[in-house]
C-alpha cells in the first residue's frame, strides 16, 4: 500500500529557533503533498498545499514566512516552522497519495513539536 | 457553516454492540468522501473512500456506505481495539483537491 513517513516524530525546541520537519512518499511519487496541524481533541487544518517544483499554496491565516515549505523532489516535502514560539506547539501531519491531488491521500504519522 | 458534520460527537458501546457513525456533507459537487481512523498521537489511517451515492465498501467489523448527503460507518460487533477516533472528509469536484474534514466521533468500546 501507499506509505508516507515522517521525520522526526517528536520534538522539543527553544523559542527562537527554527525546526524542520521532513515528509516522504515511500512507495510512489507524489507532485501534491498536504501539510495539516491538529491541537488537541481538535479534527485536522490544512495549512498548506506542497506543489513538487512550485511554490507552496498556503490556507487563509496561515504565515507563509513563518511556515516555509520545499517540496524539491517528487518524494519530499519539508515544512520549517521558522522562529518558533510556544503557540505553534501542536501535531503536524503530512499527507500525498498515488493519484496526485485527486483520490485517497494516505497520511504520515506526525510530528509532535513542543517550543518551551 | 460546516461542510461536513459529523454525529454524534462521541459513542459509547459494549463489546458486541453494533452502531452507525454518521458523516452528513454539503458541497456542490463531490468528487469523493474519505473515512480515517486515528489513534491517539498518530496520523489518521486510511479506511475506505467512496465516490458515487449507492456505493458501499467493507473491511471487517466495518461497512461505510454513500447517499448523496451523507455517508455511514457501520460497526458490527465491535471488540475493544476499535476503540478510536472516526474521520470524515469530502475533496469538492474542481480544480482544488483538499480535503475538508469533519470535527471526528470518538468511539469506546468497552469489553
Known amino acids: 500500500g501507499a506509505v508516507v513517513s515522517q521525520h522526526p516524530s517528536r520534538v522539543i525546541c527553544k523559542s527562537g529557533t527554527s525546526v524542520k520537519i521532513e515528509c516522504r512518499s515511500l512507495?510512489?511519487?507524489?507532485?501534491?503533498m498536504f501539510w495539516y496541524r491538529q491541537f488537541p481533541k481538535q479534527s485536522l487544518m490544512l495549512m498548506a498545499t506542497?506543489?513538487?517544483?512550485?511554490?507552496?499554496?498556503?490556507e487563509q491565516g496561515v504565515e507563509k514566512d513563518k511556515f516555509l515549505i520545499n517540496h524539491a523532489s517528487l518524494t519530499l516535502s519539508t515544512l520549517t516552522v521558522t522562529s518558533a514560539h510556544p503557540e505553534d506547539s501542536s501535531f503536524y501531519i503530512c499527507?500525498?497519495?498515488?493519484?496526485?491531488?485527486?483520490?485517497?491521500?494516505?497520511f504520515g504519522p506526525g510530528t509532535r513539536l513542543t517550543v518551551l | 457553516e460546516d461542510q461536513v458534520t459529523q454525529s454524534p460527537e462521541a459513542l459509547r458501546l459494549q463489546e458486541g454492540e453494533s452502531s452507525s457513525l454518521n458523516c452528513s456533507y454539503t458541497v456542490s459537487g463531490l468528487r469523493g468522501l474519505f473515512w480515517y481512523r486515528q489513534d491517539p498521537g498518530k496520523g489518521p489511517e486510511f479506511l475506505f473512500t467512496?465516490?458515487?451515492a449507492g456505493e458501499e465498501k467493507e473491511k471487517e467489523r466495518l461497512k461505510a456506505t454513500l447517499t448523496k448527503k451523507e455517508s455511514f460507518l457501520h460497526i458490527t460487533a465491535p471488540k475493544p481495539e476499535d476503540s478510536a477516533t472516526y474521520l470524515c472528509a469530502v475533496q469538492e469536484a474542481g480544480a482544488n483537491s483538499k480535503l475538508t474534514f469533519g470535527k471526528g466521533i470518538t468511539l469506546s468500546v468497552r469489553p
Open positions: 499527507s500525498a497519495g498515488p493519484g496526485n491531488r485527486f483520490g485517497t491521500q494516505y
Open positions: 512507495d510512489f511519487q507524489a507532485t501534491t
Open positions: 506542497s506543489n513538487e517544483g512550485s511554490k507552496a499554496t498556503y
Open positions: 467512496l465516490y458515487s
